[in-house]
């Protein structure tokens, strides 16, 4: 037994913190009665080493200082109080919980019916996680933010182990934060500057799963707001995906590119009354949960998981923003995308731009700097808030994605949305001083389908969930195009890859943050499954092989992001309004039928539209030189015949030169910049049915 002198420590920070002779020990619980600190040699020993008493109370924080241990300290608590659910409160001192601020945990939760029985006198030691006391030293040398304008972002959202799992990866280190460093050229390559990472908190998959051989792939069942993933890690001693994530985030810096993480603090992996004891229910249930205030032996379930955190108790928003700044300051992350975001923003049940999340958010020096975007919407009545969210908060836009995939297909009525989507959303953003990078535009992300299932099922195939395709959304305003699913119809491919182009070029030339998901550059397919959720296996994972497969693909995709990133007039910072702030008699943005006349805005059967944008005023914001902005004339027919399209007259000097058109094959379907091709005539281009083009005049 070693010899560990225990004092009474301080109540702050929370959490277990190396000291210069020891760990000091800080856990918040209210209505806890007596807190036990238990210390474990080994990751898998069944009882621990040593059980200390955390006597000292300060502000309902249990702190003690142990001295004579440091870094890589196995340790959980036993937290006892009043087992009275109908009161809210669910203690029970033989169970073994996490430290809701351990940076790091090691061990499994297991499907095991020892962390299910919430208020039985059963021991669950032998098959409980455990956390492990973290030095946060690292030589971050002069690692940066990149700090990127969220005008000039582009978005790649993709899921670590996913990433590089795929044996086609070549990854030394496959389905790590250290394998995602080695896809960064392809990153590069392709012009994405901002990475948005699926979950990276630990997290609990759930026995329903467990028991049907499936997992929580997706990650979306946190259980520690501070902890990274260790099943990303390649190392396999404790706390390695400390030291790997952050490796991970260097090497991204280095290259340019911003990390930004998907976090879910509307609940935890606890779920509902029927689920695990695994660390906030058995700490404080009554603080760390909204109750029903009629039966507080229930959960208010805003997420569809069973629970929702209690934002509204100062101690749970506190660690929410500790939680936050943790990863600013110690992972140098640039920003966060909050799954479920409108329960964030519920003070009393109901959604406030004005809460005290949202307040707390906005006064932080650290969170206040970085990237937040919402996802806005939950599933209580009043969810949808998109267009809600307050000043400092881009959001996912889900009134563009659906718009832009309704014109694709073809659907009648769609083109005046379409014109405001293409704007930037001036509906939703302008009227509290908000910008058109207000709104993450997106047609595909990671719930639902990918790009090519999106153009080849019109209906979800889920049965690999095994809930016989109840789960998932059915209303996904895709269209296969002739055939359900997988085809060797030369013209049905052809019609599908053509209208994912269009879906890109319409996602490119639309004011407003750009975000595409990971494998869509290379037509990555889930069978049809629009809610993988489950599926952690080579048919969800990136196949590297498809991007020489789909080669030209991928090249498309390449050269569309490269001629946004070359014109300042798809990345404004004001939304198009048709206004002239130059004064050249130009307006800054003209919309037009095939003829060069004023759309038919009110005619549903109108599936065409023409526009262009004069470089020049969105120059004037960017700071750029007029002369080293050109003008751009967007075509997108989704006519089912080729139509003639009259071209305006480009600026004194200028031509006309054709920088895509989706209708032709690779390599002529995109051209690299300041390589596309001059038009002759220069009044009147031909264009395909079911297509898109871009012409830039230089």
Not at 115 to 133: F, I, K, Q, S
Request: net charge negative.
């Amino acid at each position: 037994m070693r010899s560990l002198t225990v004092t009474p420590g301080n109540y702050y920070p929370l959490g277990a913190s190396l000291t210069r002779t020891g760990v000091n020990f800080a856990l918040y619980s209210r209505h806890a009665t007596q807190v036990a600190l238990a210390l474990f040699d080994g990751p898998h020993d069944d009882r621990p080493s040593r059980a200390i008493a955390v006597e000292n109370r300060t502000r309902f924080v249990w702190h003690c200082h142990v001295e004579g241990i440091g870094a890589g300290q196995l340790y959980g608590y036993r937290v006892d109080g009043p087992t009275a659910p109908e009161l809210g409160h669910r203690f029970n001192r033989h169970k073994l919980l996490l430290d809701p601020y351990a940076r790091a945990f090691c061990g499994s939760f297991r499907g095991d019916p020892r962390l299910h029985l919430g208020c039985e006198p059963v021991d669950n030691a032998a098959v409980a996680a455990r956390c492990v006391v973290i030095d946060d030293a690292f030589d971050w040398g002069d690692d940066a933010p990149p700090a990127i304008p969220l005008e000039d972002l582009i978005i790649y959202e993709t899921h670590v182990k996913g990433l590089t799992a795929h044996a086609s990866s070549l990854a030394v280190s496959p389905g790590t934060y250290l394998g995602a460093i080695e896809k960064i050229p392809h990153l590069r390559r392709l012009g994405v500057n901002a990475i948005e990472l699926l979950p990276v908190h630990e997290h609990h998959s759930e026995e329903r799963l467990t028991a049907l051989g499936l997992t929580n792939y997706w990650g979306y069942n946190t259980v520690g707001f501070f902890a990274p993933d260790q099943r990303y890690a390649a190392g396999s001693a404790p706390g390695s995906a400390v030291f790997e994530l952050k490796q991970m985030v260097k090497a991204f810096h280095a290259a340019g590119i911003e990390v930004i993480l998907d976090v879910v603090y509307n609940h935890t992996g606890e779920g509902g009354e029927c689920g695990p004891t695994l660390c906030f229910r058995g700490i404080d249930n009554a603080v760390y949960y909204h109750l029903d205030r009629d039966d507080r032996r229930r959960y208010v379930d805003y997420s569809g998981c069973g629970n929702t955190l209690n934002l509204d108790e100062p101690a749970v928003l506190r660690m929410v923003m500790d939680s936050l700044r943790y990863w600013v300051e110690a992972m140098h992350v640039d920003g966060f995308r909050f799954d479920l975001a409108s329960a964030l923003g519920r003070e009393r049940g109901r959604f406030d731009q004005i809460c005290g999340f949202f307040m707390a958010a906005h006064q932080d020096p650290v969170i206040s700097r970085v990237k937040l975007i919402a996802e806005p919407w939950d599933i209580a009545g009043d969810s949808y808030q998109v267009g809600n969210f307050p000043l400092e908060w881009s959001e996912w836009n889900g009134r563009y994605r659906d718009c832009v995939r309704r014109f694709v297909k073809g659907d009648p009525g769609t083109v005046p949305e379409l014109a405001t989507r293409l704007s930037g959303s001036a509906d939703l953003y302008s009227d509290d001083g908000r910008t058109p990078y207000s709104s993450i535009n997106f047609v595909t992300c990671h719930d639902g389908f990918t790009l090519l299932d999106l153009v080849s099922y019109a209906e979800k195939h889920n049965e690999a969930n095994r809930e016989e395709n109840r789960d998932g959304n059915p209303n996904n305003d895709s269209c296969n195009w002739g055939i359900e699913g997988p085809t060797d119809d030369a013209d049905v491919q052809r019609l599908r890859q053509q209208a994912a182009r269009n879906l890109l070029t319409v996602l490119m030339v639309s004011q407003g943050v750009p975000m595409i998901l990971s494998g869509d550059e290379m037509l990555r397919s889930q069978g049809g499954n629009n809610n993988a959720y489950c599926q952690d296996n080579a048919a969800i994972w990136i196949d590297w092989t498809l991007l020489e497969k789909n080669r030209g693909f991928a090249e498309f995709c390449r050269k569309l992001i490269a001629l946004r990133r070359s014109h300042p007039a798809l990345r404004g910072r004001s939304f198009l309004s048709g206004a002239d702030r130059n004064a050249d008699g130009i307006l800054d943005v003209q919309w037009f039928d095939a003829a060069l006349r004023e759309p038919a805005w009110h005619d549903p059967g109108l599936r065409h539209l023409a526009f262009r944008l004069q470089g020049c005023e969105q120059a004037i914001e960017a700071g750029a030189p007029p002369c080293d902005s050109t003008d751009l004339y967007v075509i997108l027919n989704e006519e089912k015949e080729a139509r003639a399209f009259a071209l305006p007259r480009p600026s004194a000097g200028f031509a006309w030169y054709r920088a895509v058109d989706t209708s032709l094959p690779p390599p002529d379907d995109a051209a690299e910049p300041g390589a596309e091709i001059r038009l002759d005539p220069q009044d009147t281009y031909y264009v395909n049915a079911r297509s898109a083009v871009i012409l830039v005049g230089r």
